[in-house]
């Protein structure tokens, strides 16, 4: 007779399965994984809010495991952070995600947009205190004659509170260079504001928090305060502010009247492959 101790490995739970997965599993796997290429990017558009115009889109790496499908980076990017593989895989993310910039720019470039798309791409911590990543960036930049102010490296605000001058001076070349720094995820760091002026930034990206505090009507007052201020700041500062996480149009609507500049989210689009950014931008210059 079954135990129910006996029954409990005879379960067949996809999802318990799924669960199973252990860091270590994963760790281990990540270099062969690199090797083999399984790692892929989906664009997701950055949308001009003023005009509803494609500028540009954010690269978002993913990983099809053989056993276990597409994991999202949240399950595998702290690894890679905490073995170092960060280094290659960011590398490959960003050379990848700016060859595929070039071929936007070669296919829908000059004709249909005025403009060329811009390629926004996550740097972690990591990458930022390895030193080649100015020198990986220019020659990137040179092999796929992309211009520098087309790329946009998105840093976490966290990833740069209390960051001293070795960490800044990277950053501070690449941005003499045009290369555009956006601080990402801003409002949740509590760093101070006044800090900004100190930083190589010139974008910031408004954390979803404060998007999601939009889909209420009438939204939070106090939340409608700080995005104001902080949109308010950032202009004075010479800062664009970038909204994520728009899932309506409401909020939509509503963080185009605060005065931000450029949204991206599942209301125009979810992220999606480098084809899909290709057929919205053609729409949008067309239509
Ligand atoms: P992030 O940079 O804040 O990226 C935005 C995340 O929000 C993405 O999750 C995106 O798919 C998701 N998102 C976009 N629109 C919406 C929306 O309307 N509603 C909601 N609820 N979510 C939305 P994803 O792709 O899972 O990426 C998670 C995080 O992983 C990113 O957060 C980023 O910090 C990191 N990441 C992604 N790709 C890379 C990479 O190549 N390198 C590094 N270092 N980190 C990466
Ligand atoms: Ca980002
Ligand atoms: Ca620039
Ligand atoms: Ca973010």
Redesign the pocket.
Known sequence: AKSAGGNRFELADPEADARAITRHGLTTALPAALDRGEFFIEY?PLVHLGDGSVRGA????RWLHPQHGVL???RF?PLAEHTGL?VPL?RW?LEESVRQAREWGERYGDGTADRPLRIN????PCQLSHPGLVQDTVEILERTGVQPDSLCL?V?ESALIGADNDLLKPLRRLAEMGVDIAL??FGTGYSNLANLRRLPVSILKLD?SFTQSMQRFPADPVDLKIVEGIVSLAHSLDLAVTV????TGAQAEQLRILGCDTA????YAR?GPPERLHELALVDATG
């Not at 954010?58 to 790496?61: C, G, I, N, P, S």
């Not at 791409?121 to 972690?124: A, D, F, P, Q």
């Not at 991206?264 to 209301?267: E, H, I, R």
């Open positions: 997701q954010e690269a978002l790496v999202g980076p949240d990017i960060i960011g993310v791409v996550n740097l972690s998105e976490t990402d995820d979803r994520e996480g728009v899932e991206q989210g599942w209301y992220p």
